[in-house]
């Protein structure tokens, strides 16, 4: 007889019950159920392994071949898997060479303590957008006030740095209207493609006879050079926010601890090489060719 502890506390004591108990129809059925595939897994890449021992299917490990509790393939019609109780808590493993993939664990290691390989491959990854922006803004930077005062007169300079502070307020309040309709990626790749445009559109008329640099008469009354200072001003102060703040959303909090500071090295990098081509090139490219370099810095953001 069966102990206590595997008795049914809701017997089903009517003799369709009992022939339904003995049939194995329903050792079947529980197969099915318990081997419930769906198409949620398949979308994280998660994939079973049968456990040892004949029971029911586990995970270990992502990317895997899938087999259900018989043996048999997992895949049903639209290409569902079995889902792990702990399957969310697997990072989705990357087609990296081995050799390399070994290689960075072991320098992050070194330097910064364990870190798991997905995460090491987004902060290489986040590194990248930080150079680039970082790089970017330091380069216009540096070209701010020279193209204001070469197209308006230097003495616009403090009413631009007033008149900045307003755009900042309007487009910050942009910012959060659309912080509450779209998700932070969608909204950081619009704004990055934004500026990118900007800045195109500015260096295209530093080179206006008209309207840029080489019209060499100054003047409050030219919006050219108000419109340049006034945007490298708000990428400034809206687009490195951005940045953090979606940066702290994809990241691990122990990520965070270990590898921010790798993220800020590599962001000084950039704003060093930033003022340097400046400096270097310049005179060869003109202004107007070493701002088309900061705008193409926003295609590396993006």
């Given at each position: 007889?069966?102990?206590?502890?595997?008795?049914?506390?809701?017997?089903?004591?009517?003799?369709?019950?009992?022939?339904?108990?003995?049939?194995?129809?329903?050792?079947?059925?529980?197969?099915?159920?318990?081997?419930?595939?769906?198409?949620?897994?398949?979308?994280?890449?998660?994939?079973?392994?049968?456990?040892?021992?004949?029971?029911?299917?586990?995970?270990?490990?992502?990317?895997?071949?899938s087999s259900s509790p018989s043996g048999s393939d997992s895949e049903d019609e639209d290409g569902g898997a079995y889902i792990g109780p702990d399957a969310f808590?697997?990072?989705?493993?990357?087609?990296?060479?081995?050799?390399?993939?070994?290689?960075?664990?072991?320098?992050?290691?070194?330097?910064?303590?364990?870190?798991?390989?997905?995460?090491?491959?987004?902060?290489?990854?986040?590194s990248a957008t930080l150079f680039f922006m970082i790089g970017g803004y330091w380069l216009l930077r540096?070209?701010?006030?020279?193209?204001?005062?070469?197209?308006?007169?230097?003495?616009?300079?403090?009413?631009?740095?007033?008149?900045?502070?307003f755009i900042v307020l309007g487009v910050v309040t942009v910012y959060n209207y659309l912080l509450d309709v779209l998700p932070r990626h969608t909204l950081f790749y619009y704004f990055g493609l934004t500026y990118f445009f900007l800045f195109g559109l500015i260096a295209t008329l530093l080179a206006s006879p008209t309207h840029g640099l080489p019209n060499a008469i100054p003047s409050p009354d030219r919006w050219l050079g108000w419109a340049s200072y006034c945007t490298i001003e708000s990428f400034g102060s809206l687009m490195v926010s951005l940045f953090w703040?979606?940066?702290?959303?994809?990241?691990?909090?122990?990520?965070?601890?270990?590898?921010?500071?790798?993220?800020?090295?590599?962001?000084?990098?950039?704003?060093?090489?930033?003022?340097?081509?400046?400096?270097?090139?310049?005179?060869?490219?003109?202004?107007?060719?070493?701002y088309w370099v900061g705008a193409f810095c926003m295609l590396g953001v993006v």
């Open positions: 007889s069966s102990s206590p502890k595997n008795m049914d506390p809701f017997p089903m004591a009517s003799p369709e019950a009992k022939r339904l108990m003995s049939s194995s129809s329903l050792s079947s059925a529980t197969s099915a159920w318990s081997g419930m595939k769906t198409g949620l897994a398949s979308r994280f890449g998660f994939e079973p392994s049968s456990s040892s021992g004949g029971g029911p299917s586990t995970f270990s490990g992502v990317g895997g071949r808590d697997r990072a989705p493993s990357l087609p990296w060479p081995a050799y390399l993939k070994g290689r960075c664990v072991s320098a992050f290691g070194a330097l910064y303590g364990d870190t798991p390989f997905p995460e090491i491959v987004r902060i290489l990854h986040l540096s070209l701010k006030d020279p193209v204001l005062a070469a197209i308006c007169g230097v003495e616009v300079i403090p009413r631009a740095k007033m008149l900045s502070v703040s979606f940066t702290n959303s994809i990241t691990l909090p122990s990520t965070q601890k270990s590898t921010y500071g790798f993220l800020t090295a590599v962001a000084q990098i950039g704003s060093i090489l930033g003022p340097t081509v400046v400096t270097l090139k310049t005179q060869d490219w003109g202004i107007a060719g070493v």
